[in-house]
Each structure stands twice: as C-alpha cells, then as structure tokens.
C-alpha cells in the first residue's frame, strides 16, 4: 500500500505563513504527478497546486503569487509554502499523488489525511 502523511498545518494570523509537507511511503515505482487540495466547512474541495515529476506547476488564481508548490523526488515529498495568509485560505488541506507501484503497473490516487490551516482576521 501508499500512505501519504502531511505535516505543518496550523493557526496563524493573516499575512502570516506556514509550510505543508507531505511524505509518500509505502510500496512506490514511480510519483507522477502530486498536489495540494483544501476544503472548506460547507464547500467542495479544489485544487490549490498541482506539481508534475518534472517540476512544473499550475495554481489556482486566488493563490498564485503567495503559494509556492516543490517536491523532493528522492524523498517522495511534496510542500506547500504559503505566504501572506488570508482568512479565506482557511481549510483542512489534503495531499495528492499519483502513484504508480509496480513497473508494470498502472497508477492510481492516493490522498493524505487532511492537515488543519486556520488564518485568523
């Protein structure tokens, strides 16, 4: 199995920062693509960042210029690294990965816990 575990969440005031990380174990060939999700209470989960292997990234326009997505491909880690933080960045924030387990294989989603990101006013 994979077990994606995220660490960094927290309680932080606005325009404050904080950095997720997200590490991958378990029986891995090879991460494709991985990512960044939120939800809030009441609302659907979306994408926050995205990172493919080869490093490129996309974001979600209410982050862009204040997040920052980067992997460790040797570690099978991913991180967030959010700035100037704003009560609506408010969320439990979940990792993503595609992860293919055997050479043969196909890939297939995983998910972490979910981490806790409060922004206080």
């Known amino acids: 199995q994979v077990q994606l575990v995220e660490s960094g969440g927290g309680l932080v005031q606005a325009g404050g920062s904080l950095r997720l990380s997200c590490a991958a174990s378990?029986?891995?060939?090879?991460?494709?693509?991985m990512g960044w999700y939120r939800q809030a209470p009441g609302k659907q989960r979306e994408l926050v960042a995205g990172?493919?292997?080869?490093?490129?990234?996309n974001y979600r326009d209410s982050v862009k210029g204040r997040f920052t997505i980067s992997r460790d491909n040797a570690k099978n880690t991913v991180y967030l690294e959010m700035n100037s933080l704003k009560p609506e960045d408010t969320a439990v924030y979940y990792c993503?990965?595609?992860?293919?387990?055997?050479?043969?294989?196909?890939?297939?989603?995983?998910w972490g816990q979910g981490t806790q990101v409060t922004v206080s006013s």
């Open positions: 993503n990965a595609d992860v293919q387990r055997r050479l043969w294989g196909t890939s297939d989603d995983y």
């Open positions: 378990g029986t891995i060939f090879r991460i494709n693509n």
């Open positions: 990172i493919t292997k080869g490093g490129s990234t």
